[in-house]
């Protein structure tokens, strides 16, 4: 994808296999997290969301952790399969003030079969 | 499950000219944004919309940008005398709230000589 570059950093896993992808946030005030997945050429697809007030939130084979404290956000992701093989992206927000959503630089995540 | 759509796919153009980009929000999406993403780099806010005139805009949007929503469903981004720099993948996204999931399109892939 378009994301991608030289100083990308980069998750490699065997199918199977639980997959972490972590976040560290800038924004203090930040109340609204979502996780993006692009694959080469496509768009930012939405996985998942959380608001500040969880610290935890699931759907199906994926889970974000939120702590708001070290200002950190994880996307867990269960029995990787080769079809996540993307770079995702977790995006922050200040809801009440600016309507943009920040993103962060990506991981790229590969699945080996 | 409905989605944003976006044409072109691919745009190429020469430094100077005009161009229009095109996208299709989710129907009863009431907030559109258009981001970009430079090659290697993180995706960037552009410009927010909201009942019909601009609710955010970052600096980068400045006067040779306009967005415009002709009719009840296209919104368009017009790039008035485009620069070498201009290049890039352009998002269209759409949300229902402020609070809520952010959803992009496929991206149109802009390309100035």
């Known amino acids: 994808g378009e994301s991608v570059g030289l100083h990308l950093p980069t998750l490699s896993v065997q199918e199977g296999d639980n997959s972490i992808i972590n976040c560290a946030y800038s924004?203090?005030?930040?109340?609204?997290f979502i996780w993006y997945k692009q694959e080469s050429g496509k768009g930012p697809q939405f996985i998942i969301d959380i608001r500040s007030n969880m610290d935890k939130r699931q759907g199906q084979r994926v889970t974000v952790l939120l702590n708001k404290t070290v200002k950190h956000l994880s996307l867990q992701i269960a029995a990787t399969q080769p079809g996540d093989s993307a770079v995702y992206f977790c995006?922050?927000?200040?809801?009440?003030?600016?309507?943009?959503?920040?993103f962060g630089k990506g991981m790229k995540l590969t699945v080996n079969p | 499950e409905p989605e944003v759509t976006q044409t072109p796919s691919h745009q190429v153009t020469q430094m100077g000219q005009e161009v229009i980009l095109r996208c299709v929000p989710i129907?009863?999406?009431?907030?559109f944004y258009w981001y970009r993403q430079i090659l290697g780099q993180k995706v960037e806010f552009l410009v927010s919309f909201y009942n019909n005139e601009i609710s955010e805009k970052s600096e980068i949007f400045d006067d040779q940008f306009s967005v415009e929503r002709p009719d009840g469903s296209n919104f368009t981004l017009k790039i008035r005398s485009t620069k070498l720099e201009d290049s890039a993948m352009y998002f269209c996204?759409?949300?229902?709230?402020?609070?809520?999931?952010?959803?992009f399109g496929p991206g149109t892939r802009l390309t100035v000589l």
């Open positions: 995006a922050e927000k200040e809801l009440g003030g600016s309507e943009k959503l920040v």
């Open positions: 924004n203090s005030a930040s109340d609204y």
């Open positions: 129907s009863n999406h009431l907030y």
């Open positions: 996204a759409s949300s229902e709230g402020l609070a809520g999931g952010v959803f």
